[in-house]
Nanobody, 117 residues
Framework: QLVESGGGLVQPGGSLRLSCAAS????????IGWFRQVPGKEREGVAC????????DYTSSVKGRFTISRDNAKNTVFLQMNALKPEDTAVYYC????????????WGQGTQVTVSS
């Protein structure tokens, strides 16, 4: 199970920190990804962090503004979002895939992020 939290309404240029709390599986064996979706558009991969060496990757539109991190002791992944823009508005989901698998097995319910003045 994955549970996201930390979403909300923020002004352009502001920051939010999303959390993804995991339970029910061996967390440190799983790569964790953050995705986002706007109604009527395809889901977009935002960032991911590997289980093994902490390798991270970001979609180009968030590089330099978002930072993904994980705390294996707390079974939690974070997404620090800075310099937020209106186009970052979306429902954000976290998901887990085993090691180098390409298939995300577990998904959270999502948390709404709205960037607006």
């Amino acid at each position: 199970q994955l549970v996201e939290s930390g979403g909300g309404l923020v002004q352009p240029g502001g920051s939010l920190r999303l959390s993804c709390a995991a339970s029910g599986f061996t967390f440190d064996r799983y790569t964790i990804g953050w995705f986002r979706q706007v109604p009527g558009k395809e889901r977009e991969g935002v960032a991911c962090i590997s289980n093994s060496d902490g390798y991270t990757d970001y979609t180009s539109s968030v590089k330099g503004r978002f930072t993904i991190s994980r705390d294996n002791a707390k079974n939690t992944v974070f997404l620090q979002m800075n310099a937020l823009k209106p186009e970052d508005t979306a429902v954000y989901y976290c998901a887990a895939r085993l090691g180098d698998s390409s298939h995300y097995t577990f998904w959270g319910q999502g948390t709404q992020v709205t960037v607006s003045s």
